[in-house]
C-alpha cells in the first residue's frame, strides 16, 4: 500500500493548483470535468456507489502518519499526500479534511420520463438544493432537473448539504423550463396562495414536485405546468417555510399515501 503513494511538496505542484480552482470556483468542475469530495463520508459514498473509480485519493500528512484512510485510497486510481496546511487550501472547510478524493464529473443524464423526481426553479442556495437532494433519495425520488439559475449541483456546498444523495439520484442540470415537456407523470407544486392544503389533497404516485426560487417562489409559467398546487399548512404563523423544509414535509406526504 505505502508503494502506493506520490508524496507533493511543492504548493505550484499543478494538480493542487487544479485542485485550488476546483474549490474556489463552484462551477469549475463544468470546464474540468472533475468534482473534488471532500471528507471521509462523501469519498466513502463515492467508493460504494459512485460506479467509476476515484482518479485521485489525497490524504493530508497527519492522516498519513497516523495511518487512517489507507483502505478508502485504495479505491482511487492513485493516493497522494499533502502537508496540512495544502489540503487547508485545496479544501472549502473552516477545518481541513483529513482525505478527499478527484472523480470524473458523472455524465449528464438525459430525463427519464416517469421517475419521481424534483424539480428545482432558481434555487440559488447551495445548503437548500443539497438538503433537498438529500430528502428526496431518502423518500425514494430517483431524478432531479435542475433549471436554470438553479445552484451548481456538484459545487462543493451542495456535495457537502446533500451527503452523498448525489449517488443516488439521476440528475439533469441546467434544463430549461421546456425541457419539462419530457416528464410524463404529474407536476405538483406549492403556493402560499393555494386553496387545497397538502394533507387533504390526493397525491399522484409518481410524480414530480416543483420548487421555485427562495424569495419570489416558484415561475407563473411553471405553476401553470402543475396538475396541482397545495398549501403546506402553518399554524404557527409565520409567513413561509424555508424551501427545503417544505420539500421534505411533501415529499413525506407523497409516500405515506403509497
Not at 15 to 40: D, I, S, T
Not at 184 to 202: F, K, Q, R, V, Y
Not at 224 to 232: E, F, Q, S, T
Request: hydrophobic share 50%.
Amino acid at each position: 500500500m505505502a508503494d502506493k503513494f506520490t508524496r507533493i511538496t511543492s504548493r505550484d505542484n499543478a494538480l493542487l493548483v487544479h485542485l485550488r480552482k476546483l474549490a474556489r470556483h463552484p462551477g469549475e468542475y463544468r470546464k474540468l470535468g472533475q468534482v473534488l469530495l471532500e471528507g471521509e463520508h462523501l469519498c466513502r459514498a463515492w467508493a460504494e456507489r459512485g460506479g467509476a473509480k476515484a482518479l485521485h485519493a489525497i490524504l493530508s500528512e497527519s492522516a498519513w502518519q497516523e495511518g487512517r484512510f489507507l483502505d478508502l485510497a485504495d479505491a482511487a486510481a492513485a493516493a497522494l499526500i499533502v502537508s496540512d496546511a495544502a489540503m487547508g487550501e485545496i479544501g472549502t472547510l473552516d477545518t481541513p479534511a483529513p482525505i478527499a478524493f478527484v472523480v470524473p464529473l458523472p455524465a449528464q443524464s438525459a430525463i427519464e420520463a416517469d421517475a419521481p423526481s424534483v424539480v428545482l426553479d432558481q434555487i440559488q442556495d447551495a445548503g437548500n438544493v443539497g438538503s433537498i437532494l438529500r430528502s428526496a433519495a431518502a423518500f425514494g425520488f430517483r431524478q432531479v432537473i435542475a433549471l436554470r439559475g438553479t445552484a451548481s449541483l456538484w459545487s462543493a456546498k451542495v456535495l457537502r448539504a446533500g451527503m452523498g444523495a448525489h449517488f443516488a439520484l439521476r440528475l439533469v442540470e441546467n434544463a430549461g423550463e421546456e425541457s419539462l415537456a419530457a416528464v410524463t407523470i404529474p407536476l405538483l407544486g406549492t403556493s402560499s396562495h393555494a386553496t387545497m392544503l397538502l394533507p387533504d389533497a390526493s397525491l399522484a404516485w409518481p410524480c414530480a414536485w416543483v420548487f421555485g426560487n427562495e424569495g419570489a417562489g416558484m415561475s407563473a409559467s411553471l405553476q401553470a405546468r402543475c396538475a396541482l398546487c397545495v398549501k403546506v399548512p402553518q399554524p404557527g404563523g409565520e409567513e413561509s417555510l424555508n424551501v427545503a423544509a417544505a420539500a421534505a414535509i411533501c415529499f413525506y406526504e407523497s409516500i405515506r399515501g403509497t
